[in-house]
């Protein structure tokens, strides 16, 4: 069962280029992506009315798709506006239409009650197309329940243990995150970890500037269903970071992490890492890029054998530890907008 | 559920040479073919009475067939004859016979209730081995449900849109086929298609040994379970070809199409195309046969993609659109000859 | 379902090094094998208690392994003795540890309720580690329930028919074995065969250090849940092998054929083919384990077939004739402990 009242990410702006229609599954549901005259996404269910055949095998007509085994014809709101060889178009002759929107060059669809759609929902990532920051998207398909890439997301124990030679940092072994919780809306955590007065990661010293002592820090921000954005960087010791001040040679990285369910047990995973120095440095953007994939994979690889030994009794429960207390709270809100909506009749 | 009181193809002769067997599965059952020593086909069920392994792994001695894991054998009527280590062999001890026929090349099964079957019953396909006509035999295996198939080919609109450039024609698109049906028996559709005083497609006009305008026809005969007949051609335009007449020029061609189901959610079949001209044309039997798979493998695509459509949510219902009329009659008459068997136990 | 109080064979001792975890699923549970810091196998339930991570992803460290998604470390009794960033650990923090035994190269684990294991109770199989004994150990996957396994072990009329060229002879075809039964404890089936003034079978002919007729023996000895020991041999004839005499120069081999339940539809199956002569003879060694490789593959081909078979209709019985006496006695011993088992609520 999916959380449906929400904006999901169907793709990256590039996925769904003018001329070509992409077909995805989203909640178990076939959706095909296309573009309209205007450059406009679309986002219909990609299963003709007639007799189930896919549209993401039939054709781009203006702002309209034909399915290319009768020839039905269908507008960006669904409706069947040509039925070859007949003059009457039944108004139920029609595929659903998701509510789509473009943002921060991610394209959204809303799964659920479409009257309850509202692009204001949509968390901000402008750093996806801001001139000020710098990254490259990626994409990684999951053989797992999106569930337990978020549970990796919001655990910081696992750095030390599946990216030693990656993300994790000796420092970071000890130090607990601090958590807050906002339960308006769909809910947000807020996870903080802050290092005062400390070396700088290699990563950073590779690019920095400057030399010296830093405060360091990661802020996570996660919202339900499955959206991470992160606030990673370094700054010179003692010029305000934890007030709030960046100084300009400041070291800052912005992170996107954001999971939709393709199946029960399979996943999408849209990410990237962006950062506001050295722009036009394209070697750069490459490295981190690759860098970031070496470590998903790391990811993937204990998540996807994670998910086997799921699968073998599904309903056996796990069992908590202290370190999972930002997990909780994420599984804690996921389940309470299913129930929300289960009680509404929304599910 | 499928039809069993019927005759079903279950290979083309030279699919059981004389000394081989093959195995296959028709309506979810392992099903044995192989000839005896007067080249009569066989078919038993392919699963020995002992302890279920394939009789197909197995020996033909004679007219029999010896389970090579045991030793157990069986004659052509599925009685067991010889029981290694064992002098008495219990009435019991044997497999399934399905009655068989082989007429017109085609190697047709009883699935049902062996004493409703006649050989009588079986349709005619003379332009298999008959002196007059010239053909290629072709089989495809599909990854869907065999009534998807018979939709297809009862279906003149999607000419247009999956075979633009192999089957369909411009004058296609508008033309409404007559379709009549005869329901005594397993009943028998025919649907019709006349342009009179009209061009010849390419393909005929590669062949002909005439030029000028033309009276064309496609004449489908469609009987359950799976089984299409059709007379295709052109005639110099005026020839009396609409009234029955076919002069010595005309181009006269037969298609065969036949499925068998081998699960639900997989089929058999069968085709050719036959001509009445250049009998000799090897090149040209072999460029016929070339361009019916070209059209073919476009069906094949459209109609696998949508099983998986299908499969996502089993049950939901189609929408009919004008065009259907001869599906939809095809569809009534296999529902019919479903539940006439369920209400008579046969099922 | 499966016998769980006995002995399973986990692995040859090979199969689990000093410096490596072997992951292996019996019985439908994800089993870790490693070896602690004196060498002593240990057994685990592969799957961290914490969130089901497969724990042969994880590091040994010392006698313990640890979790490499987020550190949990166990020692070999299953108990969690590190949990980072925290300092109480729980005690039903612990994962399945499983009895385990080594004998005979073999590595033994208990699936069943620990209280009931008796290391004393493993049948013996010292022609694996006897200085007087030579065999190379094998191991092969099988896509088929291990009941058809021991069907096969426990049939002689499949050897002419499955292996005309490897295993069968003339003679073996019309012998009846004679069938002993003990029921005490998990039961003892022995099956025996003497051939007295006999040809040698080829494979003796060859190996053989004397000349002419001979009494031959096959000797098994069949043990629940699937443990097979057969003693088999070529004396001169007249020498007493019948009545338990064995001269120095009779061949002697003595068979090892061991299924564990994998799934209900695949198993794991260890063996070899131990000898007393020619012990340094390494290219006769090698030569027995091809021969016996080669038999076996025939008996793969024609057991996963059937299985394939048996999938289509799972509960369809089988029909017994006069060579399942071995067999079916087996089939017995094997379901009088289920019933057993599920009598006491141990299954």
New interface residues.
């Given amino acids: 069962m999916f959380i449906r009242n929400c904006w999901y990410v169907a793709a990256w702006d590039t996925e769904v280029p003018q001329d070509a229609m992409l077909a995805r599954t989203l909640l178990?549901?076939?959706v095909l992506l296309y573009r309209d005259t205007q450059g406009r996404a679309v986002a219909l269910e990609?299963?003709c009315?007639?007799?189930?055949?896919?549209l993401h095998?039939g054709r781009k007509e203006g702002d309209c798709v034909?399915?290319?085994?009768?020839?039905?014809k269908f507008d960006p709101t669904g409706a069947c506006v040509e039925?070859?060889?007949?003059d009457k178009i039944p108004p139920?002759?029609c595929v659903k239409s998701y509510p789509v929107a473009e943002r921060n060059r991610l394209i959204w669809v809303w799964m659920g009650d479409p009257a309850k759609a509202n692009p204001d929902d949509i968390v901000d990532y402008h750093w996806h197309d801001s001139p000020q920051w710098r990254m490259k998207p990626g994409y990684i398909h999951y053989k797992a329940n999106y569930k337990l890439i978020v549970?990796n997301l919001l655990?910081f124990?696992?750095l030390?243990?599946?990216h030693p030679t990656t993300l994790g940092t000796d420092s970071a072994?000890?130090l607990?995150p601090e958590i807050e919780r906002n339960t308006d809306g769909n809910g947000t955590l807020t996870i903080s970890r802050w290092y005062i007065n400390d070396e700088m990661p290699n990563l950073h010293k590779k690019v920095a500037s400057f030399e010296g002592k830093v405060d360091r820090w990661q802020i996570y921000k996660w919202s339900p269903p499955a959206l991470l954005r992160m606030d990673a960087g370094s700054a010179p010791t003692g010029t305000g970071a934890p007030e709030g001040t960046r100084v300009p040679q400041a070291l800052q990285f912005r992170h996107t992490s954001i999971q939709t369910p393709e199946t029960e047990s399979t996943s999408h995973y849209w990410f990237c890492q962006a950062r506001n120095f050295e722009l036009e440095n394209e070697q750069m953007t490459q490295a981190i890029f690759d860098s970031v994939v070496e470590a998903f994979e790391e990811d993937r690889?204990?998540i996807e054998?994670?998910q086997?030994?799921?699968d073998?009794v599904p309903d056996?429960p796990?069992?908590?530890?202290?370190?999972d207390s930002g997990l909780n709270q994420a599984r804690w809100l996921i389940d309470r907008l299913i129930k929300a909506e289960s009680a509404q009749g929304d599910a």
């Fill in positions: 178990n549901e076939p990609n299963r009315c007639h007799r189930a055949a896919p095998l034909r399915c290319m085994y009768h020839g039905l039925i070859p060889g007949q139920k002759t549970d655990d124990t696992h030390a243990w599946v072994a000890g607990k690889t204990m054998a994670q086997k030994i799921i073998l056996r796990m069992l908590p530890i202290a370190a």
